[in-house]
């Protein structure tokens, strides 16, 4: 079993920015694709970005491409998600998800793990 807990939520003002962890416990974290995915209120959740096992492959959605950055760390077990220059458009809940089934697995949602979430709010 791997549990993911993610941090870094808040509240911030258009134009600003925001770091987003998430922490897993196990040993087999480096062999997970890692996700972001996020969910606001009355709208379907929505992939964000995914990060290969190794960091090097990631993939983004448009709406936050050039904006976003996923980035892992295997020997502490944590992947981010710098996100700058945020948009009222981002205020969701944020989701870490984690599989072993492959990146293109991932991006489609069809994660093996997922974390509680963190709310990100972003004010105009």
């Known amino acids: 079993q791997v549990q993911l807990v993610e941090s870094g939520g808040g509240l911030v003002q258009a134009g600003g920015s925001l770091r987003l962890s998430c922490a897993a416990s196990g040993r087999t974290f480096s062999s997970y694709v890692m996700g972001w995915f996020r969910q606001a209120p009355g709208k379907e959740r929505e992939f964000v970005a995914a990060?290969?096992?190794?960091?090097?492959?990631?993939y983004y959605a448009d709406s936050v491409k050039g904006r976003f950055t996923i980035s892992r760390d295997n020997a502490k077990n944590t992947v981010y998600l710098q996100m700058n220059s945020l948009k009222p458009e981002d205020t969701a809940g944020y989701y870490c998800?984690?599989?072993?089934?492959?990146?293109?697995?991932?991006?489609?949602?069809?994660?093996?793990?997922w974390g509680q979430g963190t709310q990100v709010t972003v004010s105009s």
């Open positions: 998800a984690g599989g072993r089934a492959g990146i293109g697995a991932v991006v489609a949602g069809r994660a093996d793990y």
């Open positions: 990060i290969s096992w190794n960091g090097g492959t990631t």
